[in-house]
Structures are given as structure tokens and as C-alpha cells.
């Protein structure tokens, strides 16, 4: 019963290093996201992803690049961390809506990564 | 593009007692879908509520209620007979109904808090 895990809960990155978050989902849903979560802004959407191999910009995609081999895999990556990347980041899943009013449009939520940049 | 406007950062409300929150938002979709999301402490998001653009009735779950205006574009949270487990920070969720990739767009948050 797992559903979105993310990994790291936690880390600190000096200015200038990269790292990868990783989030895996075991529901086989074909929509996965990264959100980031700033005092005052609420989440706002990093990348997407609609299905296994593809990827696209949400609102605030630079300094971020994302990749989805697998269907149940959606990785985050950090080349180069800046101090203002300090947020709590949050990736989510939900299925593809079929019909429009039948669908579930539900999205479910890893726990977070708290990443500090120093 | 859609935007949600959360005008309140922080309320409070006693143990018991009803308490309103407050969502607006811009769009010019006819068709979407309204969510408020709860996060406790524990930073885990939790869907509380959510409305089809198209449904005039108001949804209902125990004890968390809605009060959907489409032509205001208004979509208050309401909740009774507070306690508190429901301290937390709440947001407000728009999605476009046929958007690619069912993205959606938060408001702010409003922090509550629940005294005992």
C-alpha cells in the first residue's frame, strides 16, 4: 500500500552540486508530476509527465530537468543547486482521465523532500 | 492561464465551533474541477474535497462542505464542528477539465489552526 514514494525526505546540497530526486508510484498511473512548495506561493508545477518517455515544462521548469524511463519512475534532477532551489518538493501521480466527467481525478502525493541549499 | 487567490494566510477557531475558508479563482474554461487539499504538520497532502464545475450541488464529506459559486468563481471550505486533528494548512486546487496531463494549480494556502 505504498503509492507515491519519494526519496530523499531530506537533504542539504552546497551551491553548485547536483542530485537526483526520485519518486516511484505503484498504481500504474500514466500522469506523474513534480511540484515545489515555497512559503506564500503554494505548489507550483515544475515538470509533468503524460506517459513513459515523455516529459514537459510546468510553470517554473528552469533549473530543473526531469526524466521518466519507466512508467513508474519520475526522476528530478538538480545540475547545478542554487540557494534560491531551497523548497520542499513534492511529486504526484494521478490517472489519465478517460471520459471527462467519469473520471478520477484524484492526485496522490509523496510525503515530500525537504532540500536546503546552502 | 488559471489562477486560485487564497485571501486568508492564517485563521483560528475554537474546538467545535464552524469555521470558513476562503478560494477564488480565474478561468475561462466552462468545464473543471475544484479541490481543497489539507496538509498536516507531517507535510503529507490529503484530498479533502472536490467539485465538478458542471454539478450545481454543493459536495458534501462529514463534517468539510463546499460552497461553490461558478458565476462568482467562489469556492469557500467549510467546517463544522472543528477539532483538532484539522490544524493544518489548507489549498485551494483548480484543474481544467480535459487539460493535458490534468495539472493542477494551487492557491497559496491558508494556515488553521484549532484551539483547544
Known amino acids: 500500500n505504498a503509492g507515491v514514494t519519494q526519496t530523499p525526505k531530506f537533504r542539504v546540497l552546497k551551491t553548485g552540486q547536483s542530485m537526483t530526486l526520485l519518486c516511484a508510484q505503484d498504481?500504474?498511473?500514466?500522469?506523474m508530476y513534480w511540484y515545489r512548495q515555497d512559503p506564500g506561493m503554494g505548489l507550483r508545477l515544475i515538470h509533468y509527465?503524460?506517459?513513459?518517455?515523455?516529459?514537459a515544462k510546468g510553470e517554473v521548469p528552469d533549473g530543473y530537468n526531469v526524466s521518466r524511463l519507466k512508467k513508474q519512475n519520475f526522476l528530478l534532477g538538480l545540475e547545478s543547486a542554487a540557494p534560491s532551489q531551497t523548497s520542499v518538493y513534492f511529486c504526484?501521480?494521478?490517472?489519465?482521465?478517460?471520459?471527462?466527467?467519469?473520471?478520477?481525478?484524484?492526485?496522490?502525493f509523496g510525503q515530500g523532500t525537504r532540500l536546503t541549499v546552502v | 492561464a488559471q489562477t486560485v487567490t487564497q485571501s486568508q494566510p492564517e485563521m483560528s477557531v475554537q474546538e467545535a465551533e464552524t469555521v470558513t475558508l476562503s478560494c477564488t479563482y480565474d478561468?475561462?474554461?466552462?468545464?473543471?474541477?475544484l479541490f481543497w487539499y489539507k496538509q498536516p504538520p507531517s507535510r503529507q497532502m490529503i484530498l479533502v474535497i472536490r467539485q465538478e464545475a458542471y454539478k450545481q450541488q454543493n459536495a458534501t464529506e462529514n463534517r468539510f462542505s463546499v460552497n461553490f459559486q461558478k458565476a462568482a468563481k467562489s469556492f469557500s471550505l467549510k467546517i463544522s464542528d472543528s477539532q483538532l486533528g484539522d490544524t493544518a494548512m489548507y489549498f485551494c486546487a483548480f484543474m481544467k477539465e480535459g487539460g493535458y496531463g490534468n495539472k493542477l494549480v494551487f492557491g497559496a494556502g491558508t494556515i488553521l489552526r484549532v484551539k483547544s
Open positions: 498504481m500504474n498511473h500514466e500522469y
Open positions: 478561468t475561462s474554461e466552462n468545464n473543471y474541477y
Open positions: 504526484a501521480s494521478s490517472p489519465r482521465a478517460a471520459q471527462s466527467w467519469h473520471m478520477n481525478t484524484e492526485a496522490f
Open positions: 509527465s503524460v506517459g513513459e518517455g515523455t516529459t
